[in-house]
C-alpha cells in the first residue's frame, strides 16, 4: 500500500512538505506551550458561545442563510489561500519537472499535491469552526459535526478552482502577478467582511433588517441554493449532496488538468513570459548606510502580500477616522482611545515590518564580511522598519493634532516606546512570515509574535491609563 511512487506514499510525502512549511514547524522553538495555551482558549470560548446559541436559537431560515454566508466567506478565504499554494507547489518548488521525468504517474502527481492543498486550506477553517462543533455535541447537538466533512468538501471545490485559475492566470500573467491576484481576492474579502459588520452603524435598522429580509429563504428552504447551508446544519441528505458535488468539482478539474500537466504545460519551465524582460533599474548609494537602508526597504516591496498583510493589520484606522470624524461614539469609551488604538497599531505594524526583511534577508553573512560595522547592519534595518511604519502613522497623527492636540504628547511617547520594543523583539525574534530556502536556518518564533502583542498592549494600555479621566469606567455595570 505505501511502496514507493503509489498513490499511498506520494500522499504521505506531501503532507510531510507541506507540515514542513506550516507556521508552526516554521517556528521550532516556544511552540507547543503557545498552541495549547490558545487552543484550550479558543475551545473555552467556543463553550461559552455554544451555551449563547442553545440558549438564544435562531429560526430555521435565519440558521440556514448564516450557514450560507459563513461558507461563502470561507469559500472564497480558502481559495483565495488556495492559489497562492497552487502556485508553491506547482512552481516555487522546482520539482515538478523531475517527477515528471519519473516512472510515476503525473496524473497521480498532479492529484496528490491538489489533495494536499485542499487539506492545507480547509484544516485551519475546520479547527476552528470544530472548536464550536465540539462544544455544540458536548450540549447534545450533534448536527454541529456536519462542520468537519463540509469545509472538508468546500477545501476540495476551493483547491481545484484554484489549480485551474492558477494554470490560467501564469500562462497569461506569469506567477507574480498570479500570487498578487490571489492576495487580492483575500484583501477584498477581508474588507468586505468588516465592513459587513460594520454597516449596522451607517445603514438605518429598518433598510438593514428589509435587506436581510429580502435575501432569506422561503419556505422550506428548498432547492440547490440552500443545499450547502442545510448541510452544514446537518441534514443528511443535503450533507451528502454537498460532499458529492465537492467531490464531482474535484474529479472534473482534476481529469481537465491532467493532460496538460502531463504535457508539462503547467511547470515553471513551460512558462515563458510575454514582451521583453524588464531590466532591474536604481543606482547604488554612495554610503554604506544609504545602501543598506534602501536595501531593506526594498525587501520589504518585493515581500509578497506586503500591501494585503499591511491593510489588515492597518483596518484599526477605520474606527479611528470615524471617531475622529465623530461618526463613532463607543459607550464608556471617549475620542482618547485613539490614542492607544494607534499605538498598538504602530507597534504591529513595526514588528511586521522588521520580520520581513529579517526573514527576506538571503545573504546575512555575506553583509557581515562587509568593511562596515554590525551596528550599521543592525541599525539601518531598524531605521527602515521605522521609517516604513512612521509613514503610515503621519497621517492619523496629523489627524489627532488637528482634532485632539491635547493626546499628542501621550501619543507620541507612545509611539516612540512601542515601535522601539518591537522593533528589538522582531530583530531578534521575527514573526514566522518567511518559509527558509533548503539549507537556510529558520528565522521565525510564535514565542515573537506573542511577545510582540503583549509589549504592544503594555504600552497601549499605559497611554489609556494617561490619557483617560476615567480609565476603567467602561467595566462599569449599568
Known amino acids: 500500500m505505501f511502496a514507493p511512487a503509489s498513490f499511498s506514499w506520494l500522499f504521505l510525502h ?76 506547482l512552481y516555487g518548488r522546482g520539482d515538478v519537472d ?59 471545490i476551493a483547491a481545484a478552482l484554484a489549480f485551474a485559475i492558477v494554470v490560467v492566470l501564469v500562462g497569461r500573467v506569469g506567477p507574480k502577478l498570479a500570487r498578487r491576484a490571489g492576495h487580492a481576492l483575500a484583501l477584498v474579502m477581508g474588507v468586505f467582511i468588516f465592513a459587513l459588520g460594520q454597516a449596522p452603524r451607517f445603514i438605518d435598522p429598518v433598510t438593514l433588517g428589509n435587506f436581510w429580509e429580502s435575501v432569506m429563504p422561503a419556505g422550506h428552504a428548498t432547492g440547490l441554493k440552500w443545499m450547502f447551508g442545510r448541510g452544514l446544519l446537518g441534514e ?14 474535484f474529479l472534473a478539474i482534476w481529469a481537465a488538468l491532467e493532460g496538460q500537466f502531463a504535457a508539462g504545460a503547467v511547470t515553471a519551465a513551460a512558462y515563458r513570459p510575454a514582451g521583453a524582460e524588464k531590466r532591474q533599474g536604481g543606482a547604488f548609494r554612495a554610503r554604506p548606510a544609504a545602501a543598506i537602508f534602501m536595501k531593506n526597504l526594498r525587501l520589504l516591496t518585493r515581500f509578497p502580500g506586503v500591501v494585503s498583510q499591511t491593510v489588515y493589520r492597518s483596518l484599526t484606522l477605520v474606527p479611528v477616522a470615524m471617531i475622529l470624524s465623530g461618526r463613532l461614539h463607543m459607550g464608556g469609551v471617549g475620542i482618547e482611545v485613539v490614542a492607544p488604538l494607534l499605538i498598538f497599531l504602530a507597534g504591529q505594524l513595526g514588528l511586521f515590518f522588521i520580520s520581513v526583511m529579517v526573514g527576506s534577508d538571503e545573504s546575512p553573512d555575506l553583509a557581515r564580511t562587509a568593511p562596515v560595522s554590525p551596528r550599521l547592519l543592525s541599525g539601518a534595518a531598524l531605521a527602515a522598519a521605522a521609517y516604513a511604519t512612521l509613514l503610515l502613522m503621519a497621517a492619523p497623527v496629523l489627524g489627532v493634532l488637528i482634532r485632539q492636540a491635547h493626546l499628542l504628547p501621550v501619543l507620541l511617547a507612545g509611539l516612540i516606546g512601542v ?24 528565522t521565525g518564533t510564535l514565542f515573537g509574535l506573542l511577545l510582540g502583542v503583549g509589549v504592544s498592549s503594555v504600552w497601549s494600555l499605559g497611554a489609556w491609563l494617561l490619557v483617560a479621566p476615567h480609565p476603567f469606567a467602561w467595566l462599569a455595570i449599568h
Do not use: C
Open 419 to 442: 515601535l522601539t520594543s518591537n522593533l528589538i523583539v522582531g530583530f531578534r525574534m521575527p514573526i514566522p512570515l518567511i518559509r527558509a530556502e533548503f539549507g537556510k536556518a529558520q
Open 98 to 156: 523531475f517527477l515528471l521525468a519519473s516512472p510515476i504517474a503525473p496524473g497521480r502527481v498532479l492529484a496528490v499535491r491538489m489533495i494536499g492543498v485542499a487539506f492545507s486550506v480547509a484544516a485551519p477553517w475546520a479547527l476552528l469552526g470544530g472548536a464550536l462543533a465540539n462544544a455544540m455535541a458536548l450540549f447534545g447537538q450533534y448536527w454541529a459535526l456536519a462542520i468537519y466533512p463540509m469545509l472538508l468538501a468546500e477545501g476540495f
Open 236 to 249: 443528511p441528505r443535503p450533507l451528502l449532496g454537498s460532499v458529492a458535488f465537492g467531490l464531482a468539482v
Open 14 to 89: 506531501e503532507l510531510r512538505v507541506l507540515w514542513r512549511g506550516s507556521i508552526l514547524v516554521r517556528t521550532q522553538n516556544y511552540v507547543l506551550v503557545p498552541v495549547i495555551a490558545v487552543a484550550l482558549m479558543f475551545q473555552g470560548a467556543a463553550f461559552i458561545l455554544a451555551w449563547q446559541v442553545i440558549r438564544h436559537p435562531l429560526p430555521e431560515r435565519e440558521m440556514i442563510l448564516v450557514a450560507d454566508l459563513n461558507l461563502f466567506f470561507f469559500g472564497v478565504l480558502m481559495l483565495s489561500r488556495a492559489m497562492t499554494s497552487a502556485i508553491d507547489v
